[in-house]
């Protein structure tokens, strides 16, 4: 574990620690839906005062990784059927929206170099075959889309989508990643050439095939718990 005294010499602060250091482990499913996150318990962990564990769980219940509970505390939020439709609800809007910004983006002259870059990335990261990490590497490439469509707001909305999606991912690393980082080749290739249409049907096209694939491995897991 990466000590706080080293983080914060680096130049992070000790809430943002705590933030990165809780969610990494909510994602990776160190600690599962439902478990409890105490407050003495985690300080003590991490060598930090309760200070910036206060600080950072506002931030995390409102990217929907933790839950406040007024009779078990603090928990890890799971990860509803309910939700994940409506996850995919907003992400047929958001993620659409993010493809045909970042596509009029690159048509008026701007760079989709790190987009790309982050595509190559992804690619190697696939031939190794690790589930963990093809997730880090498929929410990389969302994360660069939506970076690439210059839109601050935009970019403030898709934080706790973000959130959500990323532990998705993580859940359901059985999907056929391959074929869905065609998809993403595609979709990439047309942003960075500016085929504004083009690349919204595209994104829109892979929200739904993304859909298909996860909802029925979301449900069976879900059934076997």
């Not at 600690?31 to 200070?51: C, D, Y």
């Not at 290739?189 to 996860?214: F, K, N, Q």
Request: charged share 30%.
């Amino acid at each position: 574990m990466t000590s706080p005294a080293s983080d914060t010499a680096t130049g992070v602060a000790l809430d943002e620690f705590v933030y990165q250091w809780v969610r990494d482990r909510i994602i990776d499913g160190t600690m599962p839906p439902g478990s409890r996150i105490r407050e003495r318990e985690l300080a003590e962990q991490l060598q930090v005062s309760r200070v910036p564990i206060r600080e950072a769980f506002p931030r995390l219940e409102s990217e929907g990784y933790i839950k406040s509970n007024h009779r078990r505390g603090v928990v890890v939020a799971p990860m509803e059927l309910e939700e994940i439709v409506e996850l995919f609800e907003v992400r047929r809007s958001l993620e659409v929206l993010a493809a045909r910004l970042a596509a009029e983006y690159c048509a008026g002259g701007g760079s989709g170099e790190a987009l790309m870059a982050t595509l190559e990335e992804a690619e190697a990261v696939i031939a190794r075959g690790d589930g963990d990490e093809i997730a880090e590497a498929t929410a990389a490439i969302h994360d660069g889309i939506v970076t690439l469509s210059n839109n601050s707001l935009l970019q403030t909305l898709m934080v706790p989508v973000r959130a959500r999606t990323q532990r998705l991912f993580h859940i359901v690393t059985e999907r056929d990643e391959r074929h869905l980082h065609h998809e993403h080749h595609d979709l990439c290739t047309a942003i960075v050439a500016g085929e504004v249409e083009r690349a919204a049907a595209l994104a829109l096209a892979h929200v739904e095939h993304s859909r298909y694939e996860t909802m029925p491995i979301v449900k069976r897991k879900l059934e076997a718990e």
